[in-house]
């Protein structure tokens, strides 16, 4: 059974940074492309950042402006998204994704292109 677990949500005020972390179990994780989506309230759910199995490249949503990385370490099971100059904007419910071994980035942008959800990790920027 494949668990992504998210954590390292919080409150904090706008310009601060934030790293957060999903661990995995229950596949194979240095053969999973992961991802991290998030949704605010009344929204439906958007891509922020993609990283292949291999950590070799990276895929960003264009509105980030270099603000945040992707980063995973397959020794640990563990993806990590570190959010630097967060704003009102940034705050929503960040969820961690993984796409079954063999998609090869086919949907890689949208929520269908990934087959493991985690339950999500709350992120509130005060301004």
């Known amino acids: 059974q494949v668990q992504l677990v998210e954590s390292g949500g919080a409150l904090v005020q706008a310009g601060d940074s934030l790293r957060l972390s999903c661990i995995a179990s229950?596949?194979?994780?240095?053969?999973?492309?992961m991802a991290w989506f998030r949704q605010a309230p009344g929204e439906e759910r958007e891509f922020v950042a993609s990283?292949?199995?291999?950590?070799?490249?990276?895929y960003y949503e264009d509105y980030l402006n270099g603000r945040f990385i992707i980063s995973r370490d397959n020794a640990k099971n563990t993806v990590y998204l570190q959010m630097n100059s967060l704003n009102h904007e940034d705050t929503a419910v960040y969820y961690c994704a993984a796409a079954r071994e063999g998609r090869g980035g086919l949907g890689r942008w949208v929520v269908g292109g990934y087959d493991y959800w985690g339950q999500g990790t709350r992120v509130t920027v005060s301004s």
């Open positions: 990283i292949v199995a291999s950590g070799r490249a990276t």
């Open positions: 229950g596949l194979r994780f240095s053969r999973n492309d």
